[in-house]
């Protein structure tokens, strides 16, 4: 059975070799990469090869490759909202790590264009905008992950969301093709995006406003403390588990419903953020899946409330909670 399943393995591999080779691909390609290393979570099975684009035409020909081949492509950014499955990857993990520039495309009366490569960790953008007194993202202060990320799952915190700052977003589609998509086809929703999954995210040109420079270094100033007095910032987690359902908060219902602490192998409910799970060493997929499942069925018991999933779960196993 091994044997076979090694032979199914070297044959996957020698294919998708062949996608780097007739790509002319540019950039580190890392065969059987344990996605822990990728991921805030440090969860998550061997991904059968992570690609490291160096540029966007290495993301094109890779796509397009991997297409004509049948070979599945998942894009990950800083992995800080992501749950790999203990089972891995199959197919090309696309990392857009490399693709981190950063730069001003046009000074304006009242503010600034930048256009941001998507592996520009967002953090970067917000340092910018606070040292320069630029307003408009202060809310996203201390928010892991890349901007690539943050543009696809519409990234907010305290009222504000990158989406509202977007003026487009150049992206690679599942044909190999360049398209650049303004804000009304965005339709940046909570936590969602209208990009479809199969499409790589290169960039966003986005726009600020003119602020006064104390003013906005105040507000990223206390945005920060609040969110490091409230969230387990420095253990290992993927944010959020649930989204806030309409008229309540998901960390609340799942601390009435008495959840803190609970734990499942070495995942746990964090005690300062009760919709914050955290793994404490050795914490797998597999448990993951299980407290939320318990948590889940708790506060839909308790309150009638059916959490849905705020974190993206990739991977082989099949299952998309
Ligand atoms: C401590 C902590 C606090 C957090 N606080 C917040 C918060 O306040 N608000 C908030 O919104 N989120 C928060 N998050 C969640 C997370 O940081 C954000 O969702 C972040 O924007 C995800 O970006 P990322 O680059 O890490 O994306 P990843 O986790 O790598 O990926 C997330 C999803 O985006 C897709 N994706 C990533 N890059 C690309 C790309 N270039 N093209 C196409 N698809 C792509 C992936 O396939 C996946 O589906 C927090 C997470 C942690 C760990």
Not at 194 to 205: F, G, K, Q, T
């Amino acid at each position: 059975m091994n044997l076979i399943f090694n032979i199914a393995k070297r044959k996957t591999d020698n294919v998708i070799q062949e996608i780097f080779t007739d790509s002319n691909f540019r950039g580190d390609v890392l065969f059987d990469e344990p996605m822990k290393g990728h991921t805030t979570l440090r969860i998550g099975g061997f991904a059968d090869v992570l690609a490291v684009p160096r540029d966007a035409i290495s993301v094109r020909n890779l796509i397009s490759e991997a297409r004509d081949k049948n070979i599945p492509v998942t894009p990950v950014g800083g992995g800080s909202n992501l749950l790999v499955a203990d089972e891995g990857i199959g197919g090309v993990v696309v990392s857009t790590a490399f693709l981190n520039r950063m730069r001003v495309v046009e000074k304006l009366d009242d503010g600034i264009r930048l256009f941001v490569e998507a592996g520009s960790p967002l953090q970067k953008v917000v340092h910018f905008a606070k040292e320069k007194g630029y307003t408009g993202i202060e809310g996203l202060a201390g928010i892991p992950g890349f901007m690539g990320g943050a543009v696809k799952g519409n990234a907010g915190s305290f009222g504000y969301e990158i989406g509202t700052v977007i003026e487009s977003v150049a992206i690679i589609n599942p044909y190999g093709k360049l398209a650049i998509l303004d804000p009304g086809y965005l339709d940046p929703g909570y936590r969602s995006s209208a990009i479809p999954d199969e499409c790589i995210i290169l960039s966003a040109n986005i726009r600020l406003q003119k602020g006064d420079v104390h003013d906005v270094a105040r507000r990223v100033k206390d945005f920060l403390r609040e969110k490091r007095e409230s969230q387990p910032l420095s253990e290992w987690s993927a944010g959020c588990v649930f989204k806030n359902p309409e008229d309540a908060r998901a960390g609340r219902l799942i601390d009435e419903a008495g959840c803190k602490h609970l734990k499942r192998g070495d995942v746990e409910v964090s005690g300062l953020h009760a919709n914050f799970f955290i793994n404490r060493g050795s914490g797998r997929a597999a448990d993951f899946l299980a407290l939320m499942d318990v948590v889940k069925e708790r506060v839909m018991k308790l309150f009638g409330y059916e959490l849905e999933p705020e974190i993206k779960v990739v991977g082989r196993g099949g299952r998309c909670c």
